[in-house]
Nanobody
């Protein structure tokens, strides 16, 4: 079992950048595939990006490809999401998730979730 805590969300202007972090504890971080999801008010949760156990493989949603980059540091037990060229439509609560089977795609059934961190992009 692993606990996940997101941080780094805040109010930024369009075109700005943020880096979100997800700190993991209570488990062996390196065995989990990891992902970021987001949910905007009144909308369904959507996949943002995923990363394999080693960090060798990543996948990003088309809506953020070229702007967002998922990464991880297994020595620090931390998952990251670097967000550049932010747009108002990126406004959402961002969640990190872990899969004990090592999956990292939008189709995976993730076992553990963080509480979320709010990102607001103003125009």
């Amino acid at each position: 079992q692993v606990q996940l805590v997101e941080s780094g969300g805040e109010l930024v202007q369009a075109g700005g950048s943020l880096r979100l972090s997800c700190a993991a504890s209570g488990g062996t971080f390196s065995i989990y595939g990891m992902a970021w999801f987001r949910q905007a008010p009144g909308k369904e949760r959507e996949f943002v990006g995923g990363i394999s156990r080693s960090g060798d493989y990543t996948n990003h949603a088309n809506s953020v490809k070229g702007r967002f980059t998922i990464s991880r540091d297994n020595d620090k037990n931390t998952l990251y999401l670097q967000m550049n060229s932010l747009k108002p439509e990126d406004t959402a609560v961002y969640y990190c998730a872990a899969d004990a089977g090592g999956s990292w795609s939008f189709r995976a059934d993730y076992d553990y979730w963080g509480q979320g961190t709010q990102v607001t992009v103003s125009s």
